[in-house]
């Protein structure tokens, strides 16, 4: 079907969402030409799919980026360092200059003005004459500034913020805020129930045919989460309240009173990682230790643990592991405890005793070796649970103030993961034809935690891993109602939530999967017993028995689901060990 052909430039410049479905071949050429003369001019230009400026935007950049399908209607006046997301609308005789940085789906309404920068007052000296200082704008994710608003030098607006119009922003905003006057002030949480923003008189500044706040753009459809934000926050903050007056008696239920150990569920075995569960979770919704012993006991039976001539730490009654060529065993529960027992030590406030020397004598040729050896194309589950251990070994090694690994070995790992990517997927491995991509997806996850992840450090391909992540969650065999488990919805949404730390990237497909995610998740806490971890293909695990493994998982998958959408503050609790979301180690760690 041809595009209906219009002659009015001014009903563009002036509307400039109509662009896509409205413009004639005579505009769309026109347009063409006014991008070739930003690219020509003295600052970095830099325009996503699908962006409209109009003719009559006075646009004299240093810098301007901005993201597919965004907008620059007319007479607006832009000046500086500008970089906007995705979705973005700078509307008619809008003034923004200066260092500006707009997340997706910023509205900003007509006359209003993000001014970046200030003159001194001194008496000294003309106000001419005034040294210009410049701290700069940042404006969140999914804000709406409506009409005549001015937000001065200095300002942070959160994400998912409305700001009314007339208002004067002169303080930061936090996420959610609903706010208005002069100065600006909070009148509410957005989230809050429909109707509140009519009674507290916010108007204007999106014009027909733009989505508003919270809604899909033109052309982008994304599926309505399961609930509204409000009733979703308010099951995360009732789970969470629940949770923390029940984590007592879940702890409880799996100690074995007669040797003071832990099970991962009643009629278990105790095993190493029950004890680090329970201190998981006890940090996590009591903010202490296990209330059965002084937390520098349960540090001290941690630690007596550990082998010291090789730093590992075995299983109760197994015998002591033998580690590989590269350092680590290819397998089995020493490999898992480098991450429980050192992240339940610190969290704790203790350490490992000694160096996982294996590791730490690992030469760069031999770990390149060993790398390439991997099961990448058919176990790449276990090949980056490898890599995830030997990584978190180094960190630990970092930590006690010891060498990582012989000289080079820490960087010739993560050089070989760059160099090794596959730039079509982002991940390393391949589908199965028995499993899809679950084994390349899951292992991602692994991998990335122990090695980009645990060490601050960006991963490469963000956008591709999104698409192969989100792709692989509508496998029915995996993610159909009553098959998912904590392993598989852990192993896509970490990356979901790491990758959007990178990129805008299907940032809304990301926020609906998490939505649903998070709905479903909710049903699943058994009162007084925790999470169970769920169905697994070959009936073994800790599978639909709730216990410490699924509890300690599903606590902290909830915070990264709850996090992507924007409510993981009503929760009340935030992951510090294994599943933290923030770097352990700085890059500089690397070095």
Known sequence: MNQPESDDDGLLDHCPWLYAEQASKRQRAAQEQRRKRLFGGAGSVRLGEGCFVAETAAVYPDVLHLGDRSYIAAHAYVTGDIRAGADCTINPFTVVRGTVTLGDGVR???????????????????????????????????????????????????DHCVIGAGAVVTKDLPAWTVAAGNPARRIRDRREARGAARRAGVSGGVAPGVAAPGVAAPGREAPPPAQEPSALAGELSALATAARAQAADLLDRCREPRTGRYVDRPGAEPTVRAHCDAVEIAELLLGQAPPHLPAA?????????????????PEYGAPLPVPGPAGLPEDGASAYHVLCVGYALDLLGSSFTHPVHTVRTTTADRLVRHLAELPWRVRAWHAGAWVDSWATAAHWNLRLGTEAASSGALEALFGWLHTHADPWTGMWGSPT?????????????????GSFAQFGLPVPYAERVIDTVLDHARDPRHFAPGRENACNVLDVIHPLWLCARQTSHRAEEARSWAAN??????????????????????????????????????LAIVWLLADLVGLADVLGYHPRGIHRPEPALPAEGTA
């Open 297 to 313: 006991e349960h540090a001290a039976r941690l630690r007596e643990l550990q082998d010291p001539v090789t730093g590992l730490v």
């Open 433 to 449: 034809a028995e499993s899809g991509r679950l084994q390349m997806v899951n292992g991602y996850y692994r991998l990335t935690r």
């Open 517 to 554: 995610q998070l709905t479903a998740a909710l049903r699943r806490w058994h009162p007084g017993r925790g999470f169970a971890f769920g169905p697994t293909p070959d009936g073994t695990g800790p599978g639909r028995a709730p216990g410490l493994q699924g509890t300690e998982m599903w």
């Open 108 to 158: 900003i309404g007509a006359h209003s003005s993000l001014l970046a920068f200030n003159h001194g007052t001194s008496p000294e000296l003309p106000v001419h004459q005034q040294p210009v200082t410049s701290r700069g704008i940042t404006v969140g994710d999914d804000v709406w500034i409506g009409s005549h608003v001015v937000v001065v030098d200095g300002v942070s607006i959160g």
